[in-house]
């Protein structure tokens, strides 16, 4: 098993930036991608952004691109999204989730989730 905690929502003015970190612990071994979802209200859980394992392949929602930076720790069992100019479409809740194999666009594929961190953009 391996287990997700989120940490670094809260509430950003349009414009600002926020710092997502999530850390895995259990059996987390050289072969995870970790990203993010979000679920904003009354709408799809989408995904965000992942990085493979390694940290030399993302993939982003094409709406964060140029705005969110995904990396990941040197100890690689942390990952971080890094949000800048947000604006209030970005406001939902910021699931971390891993799966063992690399990126994926697909939520099934995603075997763990973390409980998830509210992220509030105001106008």
């Known amino acids: 098993q391996v287990q997700l905690v989120e940490s670094g929502g809260g509430l950003a003015q349009t414009g600002g930036s926020l710092r997502l970190s999530c850390a895995a612990s259990?059996?987390?071994?050289?072969?995870?991608?970790m990203g993010w979802f979000r679920q904003a209200p009354g709408k799809e859980r989408e995904i965000v952004a992942v990085i493979t394992w390694s940290g030399d392949s993302t993939i982003y929602e094409e709406s964060v691109k140029g705005r969110f930076t995904i990396s990941r720790g040197n100890a690689k069992t942390t990952v971080y999204l890094q949000m800048n100019s947000l604006k209030p479409e970005d406001t939902g809740v910021y699931y971390c989730?891993?799966?063992?194999?690399?990126?994926?666009?697909?939520?099934?594929?995603?075997?763990?989730w973390g409980q998830g961190t509210q992220v509030t953009v105001s106008s």
């Open positions: 259990g059996r987390i071994f050289g072969d995870h991608a």
């Open positions: 989730v891993a799966r063992r194999g690399g990126r994926s666009w697909v939520e099934t594929d995603y075997e763990y």
